[in-house]
């Protein structure tokens, strides 16, 4: 009978973080400045989201700490500019670095978690039409294209103006941020839902999926266990592209004054809040979260782009 | 009681062109701890069989007649639960490719460790020793820590015996094995084969083997079944069918074994290739490609004549067989 030939001393496993710095992700990135950049600020714009409140000068929400003596103040490089304010107020004299953190808090949020949600029933919808086939992949997939028939913006626009004129606007200020992640998660789930079902119907014939039916799994067991695990790669893309068009989708919302009261300022309620000032010589208030947001989206498409030159086996250079 | 028997086994596959019977008629049976070999060229429906064994042909595929039965129960009649509860867990299967069968993203031990708590109620800890003994039964070196690797850190050999660790983990009584070592290199090939013989003997394990590697049916089994377009043409005792094949078609099968040639000599072959499974010629589906071709050959189809220990379709058998009996009498 056999003996087994090969008597080797596999070395103890290494921890999560030095197999990590092993990785082709890993080695891609240190290689790739213009990632390193993006990710680096995408990071500062993560902290600066989460600690916004430590950071932040002033408490934009507190209406005591407000003076209206200090409208449209400049930036302080600009001349008659008070020190208090390093990037000056808007026209009810809210400091604006400090409505800017919050704003960008806001946006990140709303965006996120709107993909969460996206993800969240793409991979649901995607998952169960391309595992089990046939008419649930026909219904599933017709629903897909009715939805993404109507565009994110008019469902949106609709659903939020209906909302608002039901129920009032003060209860819809309250409310707003749900309402929007929950309008442009659902708007959006098509994508998922293609992308998932697309890796699922190349991944369903491969033979571990076989192997685990052999084995006796039932279906939810493979489809979440088995087959997910394998897609997650063109998921991780989209998602950051997703994200940055969550982001996108808000702000445009709430510059046509469907999205955040002016009272909780996302980035988009502040472009909108200073568009009447800008040709009052008061640019500030507009241009400058208009360059966050724009950095912002700029940060999230390359790091998108970045992602899927990496995690895309055709392009792997070794 | 047999452990497993297979009887008028039909398989029908609903195409766009219209029903293909990819099974017609196929009537074998293991019995405990008994290793059976079925050979046949590409397409000839061996994986079919074994698939439909666990009821797993994907559509447009279903068993459309015949039954078949396990430790006295008809496969067909069951609930998906049950049959879940007996895939695995009494029945394992192998299949041909090792580096595709385990999932790239789990590790080893995620894999056997999930594998008998669907089964089992027993903690990740017992699990986990279960699954290094049954790693070292298979000859793994340091199975400890081989548990906690991915699937692409080992080579191809030592992933057919992870999937033949992980087939063994939850002691089946047969195992199908689907061309296990077909993608192996030869030497490998050798080691997994012996591997897998001695763990069927000393588990008193059935097998059945898939495979069109005609040496090693005669090293590993003791039954063999020649599958032809969708029919089994001959079946018996693997020895008898090595040495004394009576069916044109296993006898071309061993003609041409490289080792029935001398060196620099062509090798021999049989002319032709299998039919498609949507025409299959009328009578015997070997006619076209079969030297001793009579007429009865193209209108009706042979049925078993014994022969020996064996089984034979085949009507020039047959007619031999009846004349040697007349000359008996």
């Not at chain 1, 800017?100 to 998952?127: D, E, K, N, P």
Request: hydrophobic share 45%; charged share 15%; net charge negative.
């Amino acid at each position: 009978m056999t003996t087994p030939v090969e008597v080797l001393d596999i070395p103890t496993r290494p921890s999560a973080w030095a197999r990590f710095k092993d990785t082709h992700l890993f080695h891609s990135f240190t290689r790739d400045k213009v990632a390193m950049v993006s990710f680096g600020l995408f990071v500062l714009y993560a902290l600066a989201a989460l600690f916004a409140p430590l950071i932040a000068p002033y408490n934009p929400y507190d209406p005591a700490s407000i003076d209206i003596m200090n409208s449209e103040l400049p930036p302080i490089w600009q001349e008659g500019a008070d020190p208090a304010f390093l990037l000056g107020t808007d026209a009810q004299g809210r400091d604006m670095l400090s409505t800017m953190l919050y704003g960008t808090r806001i946006s990140l949020m709303i965006g996120i978690c709107a993909v969460m949600l996206q993800m969240f029933l793409g991979v649901l919808i995607g998952l169960s039409a391309g595992y089990f086939g046939g008419r649930v992949d026909s219904f599933l997939m017709r629903m897909a294209d009715i939805q993404l028939s109507f565009s994110t913006m008019m469902v949106a626009i609709v659903v939020l103006a209906v909302f608002q004129a039901a129920f009032g606007a003060e209860l819809y200020a309250d409310l707003a941020i749900f309402m929007l992640i929950l309008v442009i998660g659902i708007a959006e789930w098509p994508q998922y839902a293609r992308t998932v079902r697309a890796s699922v119907l190349a991944e369903k014939h491969k033979e571990y999926v076989d192997a685990a039916r052999v084995m006796g799994f039932g279906s939810g067991r493979i489809m979440w266990r088995h087959i997910l695990p394998n897609t997650l790669s063109p998921l991780l893309v989209i998602s950051t592209v997703q994200v940055a068009n969550a982001i996108i989708s808000e702000a445009s919302l709430s510059f046509l004054g469907l999205g955040m009261p002016v009272s909780q300022p996302s980035l988009g309620s502040l472009i909108s809040s200073g568009f009447e000032y800008i040709f009052s010589g008061a640019w500030w208030i507009t241009v400058l979260p208009g360059i966050v947001l724009v950095v912002l989206v700029l940060v999230m498409n390359l790091l998108g782009d970045w992602l899927r030159d990496v995690l895309n086996p055709k392009l792997y250079k070794g | 009681m047999a452990l497993l028997e297979v009887e008028n086994l039909e398989v029908t596959f609903g195409l766009r062109q219209g029903a293909v019977k990819a099974l017609r008629d196929v009537s074998f049976t293991v019995e405990r701890g008994e290793r059976v070999g079925i050979v046949g060229e590409s397409g000839a429906g061996k994986s079919v069989a074994a698939f439909s064994i666990l009821n797993l042909i994907s559509r447009p595929g279903y068993i459309s007649g015949g039954q078949i039965r396990f430790e006295g129960q008809d496969l067909s009649k069951l609930s998906s639960d049950a049959m879940r509860e007996i895939r695995g867990n009494r029945i394992a299967m192998i299949f041909q490719d090792p580096m595709m069968t385990l999932n790239p993203v789990l590790t080893l031990g995620q894999q056997m460790v999930e594998c008998l708590k669907a089964h089992r109620k027993i903690s990740t800890q017992e699990a986990r020793l279960i699954a290094v003994e049954k790693l070292r039964q298979v000859h793994i070196p340091s199975p400890e820590k081989r548990i906690d690797q991915y699937p692409h850190e080992l080579s191809g050999g030592m992933r057919q015996r992870v999937i033949i660790a992980i087939a063994l983990l939850l002691d089946p009584v047969l195992i199908i094995a689907d061309e296990p070592t077909t993608a192996l290199d030869v030497t490998i090939q050798a080691e997994i084969m012996e591997l897998l013989l001695e763990l069927c003997e000393s588990n008193n394990v059935g097998l059945v083997l898939i495979t069109h590697d005609l040496g090693v049916v005669s090293q590993v089994t003791q039954k063999a079944i020649v599958m032809y377009a969708g029919r089994v043409i001959e079946q018996g005792p693997t020895k008898e069918i090595i040495n004394d094949a009576q069916h044109p078609y296993t006898q071309g099968l061993i003609n041409a074994l490289p080792q029935q040639t001398l060196p620099g000599q062509r090798l021999n072959q049989i002319p032709g290739s299998m039919p498609s499974l949507q025409n299959i010629p009328a009578g015997c589906a070997f006619n076209p490609r079969c030297e001793f071709v009579m007429d009865v050959c193209k209108q009706t189809l042979p049925g078993f004549t014994r022969s020996g220990g064996c089984q034979v379709a085949c009507h020039m058998v047959r007619e031999m067989k009846e004349k040697a009996a007349q000359e008996a009498s």
